[in-house]
Each structure stands twice: as C-alpha cells, then as structure tokens.
C-alpha cells in the first residue's frame, strides 16, 4: 500500500509549485500605545487563524481538483490529519494529508492512502530538496503518532500506565531488525515500569518473501498462548528465501515446538490482525524497518530507549 500511494499521489499532483493565492500579514504592534496592544494583538491572532484556515481550504480545493481529473480513481473525502512549522523554512508548514478513495476498477474497492505537501499560504510544492547533499526534506519530515497506537492487543511489553510509550514497526526477515530488536524488546522486558512498548509486524515483502508467513505463524502462536514469541522468533532468524507457506511452517514448527497449520495462519482474525498492522504502518508513512517512535515522536537514533532505562 505504501508504494502504491506513493505512485497515486506522485500521479495526481504532478505540478511542482502552485500558487493558492496571498496571505494577509499581521499587522504590527504599535510600541508607543500600550493601550493599544492588547487589542491589536487580539486581532492579530484572529486574522493569522482566518489566513490559516484559507490556507488549509485552498490546500483541499487543490488536492481535490488533482484527484478529479484521474478516471481511474473516484475522490470520497480528503483530509489535513496534521500540520507542522518547517524548522529550516520559517512560514512554510507540511500538511499531512489523509485521502479516501474509490478505485473504479477494482469494482468500487475504498482505499486510504497518506501524503504530505508543503504551503506558505501563497504556493504549494510538492518537495524541496537540499542541493548541498542531495536529500529531500519530505523524506526527512514525518507525521506524530497519537494514542491511538497504544493498543492493548500490541503491548508486548511493558505496564501500559508506564511513562514511555514506545512503538516499533518492524519486519522479523529484516537483518537491521534482527540486530536490534532483541535489545529493545529485553530492554522493555525488565523496565515494566519504565516502558510500555508496543509492536507492529511491517513486513518488507518485496525484500523477504517469507515475511508474511513468518508473522502470522508467530501470531498464530501468540493465540495458541506461546509466551515471548516475537522475542523467540527474532532469535531463530527465519531467513528461508522462500514464499512457500508449508516449508516455512514446517521451519517455524520445528524450531519454535509448535503445530502452527495453514488454517491456523489464514484465521479471519489472523489475516485482519496482518491488515491492521500494514493500514497502521501506512498511516504514519513508514517504509523501512525498524521504524521507532518514542512519545508519540520518531525516534531516528533508535535509541532513546537506552536513556530511558537508564533514568532512575
């Protein structure tokens, strides 16, 4: 889904910069008027609240019109999920952009797909790139993640009444993930109090053809009441090459002592768990693995959880 909506929206908004129009600038404080101030200031605050909200309107008129013009495609509803200042671009803000959508051939099939887009109030660009190193701040500039993630059915770790939410996506094929996993679930582990940490399976399928097969047999087993299965299966490393579903579960059998079966992995609330995951991953836009987010905040070092334990 997440290349899919990179594809969509790279075709729908095709135009590099876009002009929505003027934004009205505050007026200035009169020093000399102390009475004044307060006033002005009052209506200062009104109007850059007014020349926000006919930013953002502008903002959906633009997306709307870009999606209506593609035949394949039917525009249900457009959303700004979130915005945020650009540090490095004062009045420039990202707007994190939630589309519904119908796709026409696929016999009216609803569809969600995430993107983010940048405004002044006057023009729209799709990307600025760093001409120094090359790097796009679009990549670099992500959505905060709400409490929305803190699901109870993805604590795998951890007192949920802990102070520090962490949330990791992750893909257990991944070589990345393998190394550093381990660490972070013992980590949380023996800090119950200190961390609630929360796992979502991100399965890297164009890279690790066994991913998805891996994943549901381990929740499959998590069902069947196997104790710290993410922990024991990011320790047997269950890099097969292989897309075939009974080698891989003949494998995880033998190695985790379990009866895992077909039926088993295939269970509606396995294969809905399995979306779930993969709807959530594509809402905050993550793309590699292991992706980490500390209170609600991406954590790019992966490893504030380390500061965390070490707090007394």
């Not at 097969?213 to 990011?234: L, P, S």
Request: a positive charge; charged letters at 35%.
């Amino acid at each position: 889904m997440r290349l899919m909506s990179k594809l969509l929206i790279a075709t729908l908004l095709t135009s590099s910069i876009v002009t929505l129009g003027c934004s009205k600038e505050a007026p200035q404080k009169d020093e000399n008027r102390s009475s004044t101030v307060s006033t002005t200031k009052k209506v200062t605050d009104k109007e850059k609240l007014t020349s926000e909200q006919k930013s953002q309107k502008r903002i959906l008129e633009y997306v709307k019109r870009a999606i209506s013009v593609n035949r394949d495609y039917q525009l249900k509803g457009i959303r700004i999920r979130q915005t945020k200042d650009v540090k490095d671009l004062p009045g420039w803000k990202v707007y994190f952009l939630d589309i519904d959508l119908k796709i026409i051939k696929q016999k009216g099939k609803e569809i969600t797909v995430h993107d983010k887009i940048f405004s002044n109030g006057k023009y729209i660009v799709r990307d600025f790139i760093n001409i120094v190193n090359r790097s796009s701040l679009k990549d670099k500039l992500v959505p905060d993640m709400d409490s929305s993630f803190y699901r109870k059915d993805h604590l795998i770790y951890g007192k949920a009444t802990a102070p520090n939410k962490i949330v990791v996506f992750s893909d257990p094929i991944c070589p990345f993930c393998q190394g550093y996993l381990p660490k972070l679930l013992k980590a949380a582990k023996e800090n119950p109090d200190k961390i609630a940490l929360y796992y979502y399976h991100f399965p890297l399928i164009m890279l690790h053809k066994e991913a998805p097969t891996v994943i549901k047999a381990a929740m499959a087993a998590e069902k069947k009441g196997v104790k710290d299965v993410m922990e024991k299966v990011y320790a047997k490393k269950f890099n097969l090459d292989t897309g075939d579903e009974k080698k891989i579960l003949d494998a995880f059998n033998k190695a985790m002592g379990t009866d895992i079966t077909l039926k088993d992995i295939h269970a509606k609330d396995i294969e809905a768990r399995y979306q779930f995951d993969k709807e959530m991953a594509d809402k905050m836009m993550i793309s590699g693995t292991p992706t980490v987010y500390v209170n609600g905040k991406k954590d790019f070092s992966r490893r504030k959880y380390l500061e965390i334990i070490k707090k007394k």
